[in-house]
């Protein structure tokens, strides 16, 4: 029988939900390596016990020092849990090129590449586990936020074609989509990234900027704002995920990604965008008016 600890190395662990799975998973008993870009945010976790790296998803050297130091001692990584990620917000017409290409290279590219470095140990092994945080904004988009929402679609997608590739290794590999997730350092961020410059969507920023302080902060009452998640609650998700022999490829967490991801995949686009996306969330309004879905 193999006894060997099954090292559970875990990105974004400076907050949110990267560092609610190393707390979850430490305290369930598991061997946890939490990484960030700045190690001294990890202080508390280090506190706690939990063994810490420092770990840039942007940068390879970074990415190679720290397999290599849970595989020098474990001899490879067991449960890979990539979700350090940010969201680059506004309108797709406001967004800088160079915005977007710094929003793929840590939400995809990263993400892409670590799990590159994990999987040759993995296969060694005969076993392993790579879970990808994604989001409800992985199966569908609003306005405000396309760039993010495509570097989560892009992230399932490769999840997809990854589980398929490596199942015949012994290798799991899983989605976790949660709503949204009532973390303030990734709520305070989403607002501060909006752009500020042009007129044209003047308005729309000032709404999205309001609405989404609303969701993350409760200032007033909104419909994603009520069906919020706790960063523990996609932890606790996580770590049932990562304990199971065969997982499902992809976990929703909370109400409303439960309940919106059905009504995307029922529901035509015309019908998905009415129903939900124009009640639920600002859309810009210029001189031409949405066209009513009744004739």
């Known amino acids: ?47 706690e016990g939990i063994r810490t790296l ?21 001899g490879a990584v067991g449960t890979l849990v990539n979700s ?34 994990v999987l040759p140990g993995m296969r060694a092994a005969g076993t392993g586990t790579v879970v990808n945080i994604s989001s409800i904004f992985g199966r569908y988009a609003v306005p405000g936020g396309g760039f993010y929402q495509a570097s989560k679609h892009a992230v399932e997608a490769l999840s997809d074609a990854l589980r398929l590739e490596t199942a015949g290794f012994g290798i799991r ?27 044209v969507y003047d308005e729309f920023r000032e709404r999205t900027a ?9 200032s007033r009452r909104t419909l994603a704002g009520t069906f919020t998640v706790h960063a523990d609650d996609v932890a606790r998700v996580v770590e049932r995920a990562v304990h199971k022999r065969r997982p499902r490829a992809r976990y929703t ?4 990604a439960r309940s919106t991801i059905a009504l995307r ?12 996306v124009r009640r639920a969330f600002p859309v810009p309004h210029g001189t031409a008016q949405p066209r009513s879905l009744t004739r």
């Open 54 to 74: 420092r770990l840039d998803v942007t940068d390879e050297d970074s990415m190679r020092a720290a397999v290599d130091a849970v595989e020098g001692e474990h």
């Open 210 to 218: 309001e609405y989404f302080q609303a969701i993350y902060t409760g």
């Open 84 to 117: 350090a990620g940010f969201a680059a917000s506004g309108a797709v017409e406001e967004i800088e090129l160079d915005r977007m290409r710094q929003q793929f290279e840590t939400n995809v590219f990263g993400l892409a590449r670590l799990s590159q470095l």
């Open 253 to 256: 967490v909370g109400f409303l």
């Open 173 to 199: 590999v899983v989605v976790i989509e949660p709503g949204p997730v009532r973390t303030t350092n990734f709520g305070s961020t989403y607002v501060d990234n909006l752009p500020s410059a042009g007129e």
């Open 265 to 276: 995949r029922l529901a035509p686009d015309a019908v998905f965008d009415h129903l939900f």
């Open 1 to 47: 029988m193999n006894n060997r600890p099954n090292p559970v190395l875990i990105t974004g662990c400076s907050s949110g939900i990267g560092r609610a799975c190393a707390l979850r998973m430490h305290r369930g008993g598991m061997l946890v390596y939490a990484t960030a870009r700045r190690p001294e945010t990890l202080a508390p976790l280090a506190a």
